[in-house]
């Protein structure tokens, strides 16, 4: 073996490789990986049109491995969902020599291989998960870590923030912790941590991460136990990933990254937000009520370095668009509502939507009981389920600016606290829940 690694390039056919039975993966890119051989560390890399930002981020990963893993056999996956703008090209043709000359005093002791596949196109979901799960079970990879391209901001010691739990601890998952602005993230910190936390009774501050580990036993069996069809193709397979994960009763771990950077969204992404969180996280309450049914109250996960942290830098946050949009949709929404909604519920969002702008009174209790009763209505069905996903979006909105307004003035310590509140309240309403659950009335 060279003192100096190489960096192996390929890239399989653009969709006309005979699938194999098995595995749905093309006989070209089986026979990459079969040429690769087994490999400690592997790294899944899902892609779409990310010509912009993948580069930093593969430079990232492989200065990673070869600070602390310069002896480990390894391979980065590039699961691409039909880039044109020549992203998989971009993925491959990153020379680890390129950074071994940039840093003259590391050198890895093992080839980091590099190939690039296509699953499906569009917007990376379970196709991607799918191709890369595949890959690290041919590859009898002992961990695994998922990349977003769109991360930017990645330093090299996410590498093993994320693998080492996995490769020398025997952790299953571990999930990242940021440290945020106080606004930002608010889909996940006033509805996705406390909900996930209530049902499962784990204090998993990201359930839906773009960044995260696990080993190779639990993508072996998230392989196997899994349905492929259409719902391979949905959106929100890093969520669906964490849950069957909670479910299966595996050891989860949280570790520190530090800054997560703020992505500047439309209000129109809102949808398409939920449907990547919530559309998982109530389909998921399906199979496990067995297990979430039984859950009382919640416990701390191990976590290496801070379990959150905020931010308070300037931030603009449009107050009056987020209570125009929350006013305008209780009002058009009404006839759904009324489908979805108990009585009192939807006659309490109507009192605030004729409330003035200095009065933000979207309770933690009454956005709970929201919340658990637009999960019993996906339950029961009693719409189309995408339309309750889609009429979430103006209360989300509502909720929004009520915790923007109240927190305004808020430091770290009280912004923790009111979520920390929040989660209780959750817990405390979950016989809701239940009594909801159990009833179409």
Known sequence: MSDVSTQERATAPRGDGKATEESLLTDDFVRQLISVGEVDLLVGLPTHNNSKTVGPVVNAIQDGILRWFPRERAAIINADSGSRDGTPRLVVDASIDDMQRRSWNRQALRTLHSISTQCGNGVPGGAALQTILAAAELLRAKACVMVSPESVNMAPEWVPAL????????????LPTYARHKFDGLLITNLLYPMTRALYGLKIREPYATEFAFSGRLASQFLAQNSWGEEAAAPGFELRFTLAAIAAGYRISQSFLGTKSHVERHASDLVPALRRTISPLFSSMESTFPLWSAKTGSQSVPTAGDEQRVTLELLR???????????TGVAELHSVFESILSPTTLAQLQVITRQ??????YSDELWVRTLYEFAAAYHHAVISRDHIIQALAPLVRGRAFTFVSENRNSGESDVESHIEALCLEFERLKPYLLQKWSSRE
Do not use: G, Q, W
Request: with cysteine.
């Open 163 to 174: 693998l080492r739990p996995i490769y020398a601890e025997n952790f299953d998952l571990v």
């Open 317 to 327: 946050v449009n107050r009056k668009r987020l209570r125009e949009m929350f006013c």
């Open 356 to 361: 003035s702008e200095t009065e933000p009174h």
